[in-house]
């Protein structure tokens, strides 16, 4: 599996950006960040079939994700950036999740790209 996530950079506090991670297949994704000095943390996930997505409590109404499986991408479009928004974002795959079910938890997923940093300034 290879994954090549793209997107990031130095926004504004309220500004928005969409992350990219095209992917070597299809899969059921996932993005997680990891800010300076923290644990790499859940962000949102989408499912193999694309009708279930699930997000973190912290981004839910700012956060989308979506898929567009004839490119074998996957976004996180991210709306009203705040700086503790700040974090190098990566995207993840599953490849033994199928069907409707959303992969959660970092241990569901067992590739990783190699990450994208979005700043956000105040």
């Known amino acids: 599996v290879q994954l090549q996530a793209s997107g990031g950079g130095l926004v504004q506090a309220g500004d928005s950006l969409r992350l990219s991670c095209a992917a070597s297949?299809?899969?059921?994704m996932g993005w997680f960040r990891q800010a300076p000095g923290k644990e790499r943390e859940f962000v949102a996930a989408?499912?193999?079939?694309?009708?279930?997505?699930y997000y973190a409590t912290s981004n839910q109404g700012r956060f989308t994700i979506s898929r567009d499986d004839a490119k074998n991408t996957v976004y996180l479009q991210m709306n009203n950036l705040q700086p503790e928004d700040t974090a190098v974002y990566y995207c993840a795959a599953s490849s033994f999740t199928r069907g409707v079910v959303v992969a959660r938890n970092l241990y569901e997923y067992d590739s990783w790209g190699q990450g994208t940093l979005v700043t956000v300034s105040s």
């Open positions: 297949g299809r899969y059921a």
């Open positions: 989408i499912s193999w079939s694309g009708g279930g997505t």
